[in-house]
């Protein structure tokens, strides 16, 4: 099969799954604050596993394209926070009124599983072994950000197959980006070192920036830890027997 095709389907796979989203709303009329938190640490641990797993892979290469490559991937993710206006949004308010709020959550969602689109194009380029784990490792990561996005738009009055849909449609640029970064790096694969780096750079600023600040205050300091760690521990641990 052409790996191109593969990325193409892998990462369509990986995004499909944000529409499981919904499910662990279903049944309970309003979302416990504290499952918000769980969902946000669950996300930010199978992130910092895919970075993680990416770095290892980047060692190989050249370390100071690698290191200007994540500083850029940084520069990116803040740049586009700057341009969009949404540096201090917080991505999981369930009590937020403002009409274009819910804009604002799907346009960040969108513009960070570009980030995410690039991680994968980059492990497919690496070797698609290497690129299945990271797709797998980002597909489950897509639910419960899916669940947040869900919670988000139901507070809104969005709900069901309309949720889901939503949540699927902000991972279209992970499709996308997947894709052109694949495509790319087969054409030169000389940048190579500086993808994986941008990649490493935005999926962990990412975490720091989005994820982590508001969890804490919802689901305590010891538990968000924890399901973290455990979940990166997991990704890293997959990563390991699958080379
Ligand atoms: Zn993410």
């Given at each position: 099969?052409?790996?191109?095709?593969?990325?193409?389907?892998?990462?369509?796979?990986?995004a499909g799954l944000a529409a499981l989203g919904p499910l662990p709303l279903l049944g309970r009329e309003r979302t416990p604050t504290v499952a918000i938190g769980w969902a946000n640490a669950l996300a930010a641990g199978l992130m910092?596993?895919?970075a993680y797993l990416l770095m290892s892979a980047g060692r190989a290469y050249l370390p100071l394209e690698g290191a200007a490559g994540a500083a850029l991937g940084i520069f990116?993710?803040?740049?586009?926070?700057?341009?969009?206006?949404t540096e201090e949004l917080d991505l999981n308010r369930l009590d937020e009124s403002s009409s274009v709020y819910g804009y604002r959550v799907?346009?960040?969602?969108?513009?960070?599983?570009?980030?995410?689109g690039v991680a994968i194009g980059a492990a497919m380029s690496v070797g698609v072994p290497f690129g299945i784990v990271l797709v797998v490792a980002?597909?489950?990561?897509?639910?419960?950000?899916?669940?947040?996005?869900?919670?988000?738009?139901?507070?809104?009055?969005?709900?069901?197959?309309a949720a889901a849909?939503?949540?699927?449609?902000?991972?279209?640029?992970?499709?996308?980006?997947?894709?052109?970064?694949?495509?790319?790096?087969?054409?030169v694969p000389?940048?190579?070192?500086v993808t994986i780096g941008f990649a490493f750079?935005?999926?962990?600023?990412?975490?720091l920036f989005e994820l982590l600040p508001e969890c804490y205050r919802q689901a305590g300091r010891t538990t968000i830890a924890l399901v973290t760690l455990v979940a990166m521990g997991i990704v890293v641990l997959l990563g390991g027997l699958a080379q």
């Open positions: 099969m052409d790996p191109t095709l593969i990325v193409l389907l892998a990462s369509t796979a990986a910092l596993g895919a990116f993710v803040w740049l586009t926070h700057l341009a969009a206006g799907m346009l960040v969602n969108a513009l960070h599983s570009a980030s995410e980002i597909g489950v990561h897509n639910v419960p950000e899916a669940t947040i996005l869900c919670a988000v738009l139901r507070a809104r009055g969005v709900r069901g197959g849909a939503l949540g699927v449609l902000t991972n279209v640029t992970q499709v996308l980006l997947a894709v052109v970064t694949f495509a790319l790096l087969e054409a000389g940048l190579l070192p750079g935005s999926l962990v600023y990412l975490v």
